[in-house]
């Protein structure tokens, strides 16, 4: 099956700096990216995702980037805010029914 | 209010005791799964349902059964337990399949989670 590696594990960042988390996937097949955030004691959410056919997508402070060639997608979090401290989880699925998730990064914003 | 709500929350049982943990959804969503969480292991996909009568295994089924009787409900039932199953578990909820006007058709809405602690 897939495997989705992910990194950092954790990463620390001063308020206002940007955050950079990255994931690779092995499956060629796989064809659809979506990013979680998981604050404290709730389920994981959606924040942003990414189909195989574009290589970016932004909304706002959040964008993904995919590079389909290399197999690696990253998670960009610009002029990060104290709020934006939560465990984030890239995802990998090539049938839209299976999901293999990475290991998580457990981000934190220093205010 | 939309949402996928899972009881119980939180659940201490012992080894070999039949437990059945609820998931249900108001969404009308088709697709429904299960995933447990473990420390440095992230997510791991226990069962998916397509639809109703329609369920599949994930990555870690062993252990685990489902039934996917009705649109909402998709309960997840350990019929041994055991204490490697001791895990934070959640269940999510989708749109499945493709319609108008719906780019992130795969978007899943997950419940508030399940700690079972199994002794």
């Known amino acids: 099956g897939e495997n989705v590696e992910q990194h950092p594990s954790t990463l620390s960042v001063q308020e206002g700096d940007s955050a950079v988390i990255k994931c690779t996937y092995s499956d060629s097949a796989s064809n659809y990216f979506p990013w979680y955030k998981q604050e404290l004691g709730k389920g994981p959410q959606l924040i942003i995702d990414?189909?195989?056919?574009?290589g970016e997508k932004k909304d706002q402070r959040i964008a993904v980037t995919l590079n389909k060639t290399a197999k690696h997608f990253s998670l960009h979090i610009t002029e990060t805010q104290p709020e934006d401290s939560a465990v984030y989880f890239c995802a990998a699925s090539k049938t839209g029914n299976q999901f293999y998730f990475g290991t998580g990064t457990s981000l934190t914003v220093i205010p | 209010e939309a949402q996928v709500t899972q009881n119980p929350r939180y659940l201490i049982t012992v080894t070999g005791k039949k437990l059945t943990v609820t998931c249900s959804q108001n969404m009308n969503h088709e697709y429904m799964s299960w995933y447990r969480q473990d420390p440095g292991l992230g997510l791991r996909q226990i069962y998916y349902?397509?639809?109703?009568?329609?369920?599949d295994k994930g990555d870690v089924p062993e252990g685990y059964k489902v039934s996917r009787k009705e649109k909402r409900n998709f309960p997840l039932i350990l019929e041994s337990p055991s204490p490697n199953q001791t895990s934070l578990y959640f269940c999510?909820?989708?749109?499945?399949?493709?319609?108008?006007?719906?780019?992130?058709?795969?978007?899943?809405?997950f419940g508030p989670g399940t700690r079972l602690t199994v002794l």
């Open positions: 990414i189909r195989s056919n574009v």
């Open positions: 999510a909820s989708s749109l499945g399949r493709p319609r108008k006007g719906f780019y992130s058709y795969n978007e899943q809405f």
């Open positions: 349902s397509m639809n109703v009568e329609v369920t």
